[in-house]
């Protein structure tokens, strides 16, 4: 029994060590170019809850260089890029109401993040402020708009 646990011990070791060498991407390309924020107040609590996975300025925490965990954190930030990135205002983002609605249903910052950064948990009034910002923000430079195809 003793013998049989060993060996499955080191099948998983083995195989935990082998997914370590499995490529992520893991980098911040150059800001091309940042929204043009109404307040600094409003790009502070963005930063703060959002420009982890929606910015070319990403954080890595150490847990992003571990394997599966990376896994996780790489296809959160490319996916979240995808859809809104601050730091590529020249290209299609999301537009105020999805944020609006995101942000209000408390679907972001996602869930899972929030148990690694707590700092990144907004308040009612900080959501609010937040919004507020954004959507002065967005007055004098609008997103360009997102077209969806086929998701
Ligand atoms: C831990 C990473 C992470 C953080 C932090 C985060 N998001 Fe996201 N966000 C994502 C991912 C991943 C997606 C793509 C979801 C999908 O593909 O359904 C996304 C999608 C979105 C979308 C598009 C929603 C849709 O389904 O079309 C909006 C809007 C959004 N995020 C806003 C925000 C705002 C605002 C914040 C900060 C308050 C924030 N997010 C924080 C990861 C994150």
């Known amino acids: 029994?003793?013998?049989?646990?060993?060996?499955?011990?080191?099948?998983?070791?083995?195989?935990?060590?082998?997914?370590?060498?499995?490529p992520v991407d893991r980098t911040n390309p150059e800001i091309e170019d940042e929204v043009d924020w109404n307040a600094s107040e409003t790009k502070e609590l963005v930063k703060r809850a959002c420009f982890?996975?929606?910015?070319?300025?990403?954080e890595w925490p150490w847990y992003s260089y571990i394997a599966p965990i990376s896994w996780r954190v790489t296809e959160h930030v490319s996916h979240g890029r995808e859809h809104l990135n601050f730091s590529e205002w020249n290209r299609p983002n999301e537009d105020l109401e999805e944020i609006k609605?995101?942000?209000?249903?408390?679907?972001?910052?996602?869930?899972?993040?929030?148990?690694?950064?707590?700092?990144?948990?907004?308040?009612?009034?900080?959501?609010?402020?937040?919004?507020?910002?954004?959507?002065?923000?967005?007055?004098?430079?609008?997103?360009?708009e997102r077209r969806v195809e086929g998701q």
């Open 101 to 144: 609605e995101k942000v209000e249903e408390g679907e972001m910052p996602l869930w899972d993040y929030l148990l690694m950064h707590s700092d990144a948990k907004l308040s009612d009034e900080e959501k609010a402020a937040l919004l507020r910002g954004l959507a002065k923000t967005f007055e004098s430079d609008p997103p360009i």
């Open 1 to 22: 029994m003793k013998k049989r646990l060993k060996v499955i011990g080191g099948i998983l070791l083995l195989a935990l060590t082998g997914i370590q060498f499995v």
């Open 52 to 58: 982890d996975c929606h910015s070319n300025e990403t």
